[in-house]
Nanobody, 128 residues
């Protein structure tokens, strides 16, 4: 059974850092792109970043480019999201999800419909 479990969220001050992890089970993560999304109260879930399978191509939302870094360790079936220089507007529940293919179709990495399995989410709160 396919499962994705996020961890690493918490409360951090503006300018701080967090590293989120997405642990996969029930499938071979190396065969799929994996994305991170976030959802703040009253807003739609938005794409934050995505990483392709073995190619390692990465994609970022403009709002996080230069601050967030996505990476993967296929041997550990885990994808990471390193978040630096955090801002209050980064506050949200963060979800990881499995893309339906090894490599996204360009900007389609942002499309929730292209992901078939989702984790339960981890809360990130940026506040002083």
């Amino acid at each position: 059974q396919v499962q994705l479990v996020e961890s690493g969220g918490g409360l951090v001050q503006p300018g701080g850092s967090l590293r989120l992890s997405c642990a996969a089970s029930g499938f071979t993560m190396a065969n799929y792109a994996i994305g991170w999304f976030r959802q703040a109260p009253g807003t739609e879930r938005e794409g934050v970043s995505c990483i392709s399978s073995s190619h390692g191509s990465t994609y970022y939302a403009d709002s996080v480019k230069g601050r967030f870094t996505i990476s993967r360790d296929n041997a550990k079936n885990t994808v990471y999201l390193q978040m630096n220089s955090l801002k209050p507007e980064d506050t949200a529940v963060y979800y990881c999800a499995r893309y339906r293919r090894p490599v996204p179709y360009g900007s389609m990495w942002r499309s929730r419909a292209m992901y078939d399995y989702w984790g339960q989410g981890t809360q990130v709160t940026v506040s002083s």
